[in-house]
Every structure is written in structure tokens, then in C-alpha cells.
């Protein structure tokens, strides 16, 4: 079993930016591949970026290129997504997930295994 929580979101103004931060926790030797996805409000759950655990980009949303980036810290099994220049369309909750190791990232919110509460990201105009 693996325990995943995130944490950093908040409000910002359109423009700014915010870390968010994931920590896994229990049998995570079995993780492969973890990611970041977003729900925008009445959306379908989005993927936004995912890494595998040799620190390799797996994906980006192609409209979050060159404003999102994720990278991990395997010795304190933390996720980050760095958000910049956010804009109002980026008002989501945003969740961490992580998925068993099988050497497939895939961004089908149900191909993931375990989820993460999720953190309200609100950006303001």
C-alpha cells in the first residue's frame, strides 16, 4: 500500500506562482511512475505531467509546456510541480497519484493506483 498527500496550493494572482509538493509514503519501492493531475471545476480529471523514478519527464500537457515543470527528490520521496505564470484557467484542485511499477506512465487518471486528497489551486485575475 502507498499513502500519497499533497500540499502548496493556495490563492495567487494571475501571473504568479506556486510549488506544489507530493509526498509518498509505505511500499513505495513498488512506484514506478508518479504524476500530477487537475480537476477544473464541472471537468473530467486531466493529466498534467508525470516522471518516472529515474527522474525522467515522462509528459506534459501540451498547453502546460514552458509554464510546468515537475521533478522529484527520491532521497525524501517527494514530488514537486512548479507552476509559473499562472492564469485563471489554471483554478483547479490538483492531485498526485502513483502507479506500480510496469514501466508505463500513462495519463488515464484510472490507470493510476493510488491518489493523493488533492490541493485547491485558485488564481485570481
Known amino acids: 500500500q502507498v499513502h500519497v498527500e499533497e500540499s502548496g496550493g493556495g490563492s495567487v494572482q494571475a501571473g504568479g506562482s506556486l510549488r506544489l509538493s507530493c509526498t509518498a509514503s509505505g511500499n513505495t519501492k513498488r512506484v514506478y511512475c508518479m504524476g500530477w493531475f487537475r480537476q477544473l471545476p464541472g471537468q473530467e480529471r486531466e493529466a498534467v505531467a508525470s516522471i518516472d523514478n529515474d527522474g525522467f519527464v515522462r509528459y506534459y500537457a501540451d498547453s502546460l509546456k514552458g509554464r510546468f515543470s515537475i521533478s522529484q527528490d527520491n532521497a525524501n520521496n517527494t514530488l514537486y510541480l512548479q507552476m509559473d505564470s499562472l492564469n485563471p484557467e489554471d483554478t483547479a484542485k490538483y492531485y498526485c497519484?502513483?502507479?506500480?511499477?510496469?514501466?508505463?506512465?500513462?495519463?488515464?487518471?484510472?490507470?493510476?493506483?493510488?491518489w493523493g486528497q488533492g490541493t485547491q489551486v485558485t488564481v485570481s485575475s
Open positions: 497519484a502513483a502507479r506500480e511499477a510496469d514501466w508505463h506512465c500513462p495519463n488515464d487518471v484510472n490507470r493510476y493506483d493510488y
